[in-house]
T-cell receptor
Framework: EAGVAQSPRYKIIEKRQSVAFWCNPI?????LYWYQQILGQGPKLLIQ????????DSQLPKDRFSAERLKGVDSTLKIQPAKLEDSAVYLC????????????FGPGTRLTVT | KNQVEQSPQSLIILEGKNCTLQ??????????LRWYKQDTGRGPVSLTI?????NTKSNGRYTATLDADTKQSSLHITASQLSDSASYIC??????????????FGAGTRLAVHP
């Protein structure tokens, strides 16, 4: 079974630029998550999708971050404009459904904002 | 406030030795507790998941315990190997109305196993 795919793996941008990350979840997984993991900290949930609907985006900085999952499969996370404090690893995870189902994580995208 | 605290923050042990990592949580309403292993540059991988009624669960050389009364969990690693060098993250799931589960992550314990 293929795992969660993410691209790019690394990205370096200057502050105020925009950037987009892509995630392809495990086939058949209805729930998709985007996490932000700052160095030395645990992941923080940014947004959770159930199919193509948003379940939880309470910690998403909506003035600069946006995410979509138009066809209920793959998803993109965008930052515009980026700030220095956005430097982090952005992890995508998927699960069969929400609730207590196991979450499977992708390798992450390491973003450096200079 | 829902929080998960882990200790120690980092740990160095010699290959072949055992170690125990700690997790304290203040999460309500509790659904389950998970331990993840995160290798450098990779996403977290699940080691164990325990519900309220489970006291212990093993996965090879990894054994997790849960005391729901004191809201504490531990992860014991037996006969450590160099490949155990990683961050170990304790994650507690809170279950809200409508069946929605939210994961609260600890900051992790960074383990280094030296030869």
């Amino acid at each position: 079974e293929a795992g969660v795919a993410q691209s790019p793996r690394y990205k370096i941008i200057e502050k105020r630029q925009s950037v987009a990350f892509w995630c392809n979840p495990i086939s058949g997984h209805a729930t998709l998550y985007w996490y932000q993991q700052i160095l030395g900290q645990g992941p923080k949930l940014l947004i959770q999708f159930q199919n193509n609907g948003v379940v939880d985006d309470s910690q998403l900085p909506k003035d600069r971050f946006s995410a979509e999952r138009l066809k209920g499969v793959d998803s993109t996370l965008k930052i515009q404009p980026a700030k220095l404090e956005d430097s982090a690893v952005y992890l995508c995870a998927s699960s069969l459904a929400g609730g207590a189902y196991e979450q499977y994580f992708g390798p992450g995208t390491r973003l450096t904002v200079t | 406030k829902n929080q998960v605290e882990q200790s120690p923050q980092s740990l160095i042990i010699l290959e072949g030795k055992n170690c125990t990592l700690q997790c304290n949580y203040t999460v309500s309403p509790f659904s389950n507790l998970r331990w993840y292993k995160q290798d450098t540059g990779r996403g977290p991988v699940s080691l164990t998941i325990m519900t309220f009624s489970e006291n212990t669960k093993s996965n090879g050389r990894y054994t997790a315990t849960l005391d729901a009364d004191t809201k504490q969990s531990s992860l014991h690693i037996t006969a450590s190997q160099l490949s155990d060098s990683a961050s170990y993250i304790c994650v507690v799931s809170a279950k809200f109305s409508g069946g929605y589960n939210k994961l609260i992550f600890g900051a992790g314990t960074r383990l280094a196993v030296h030869p």
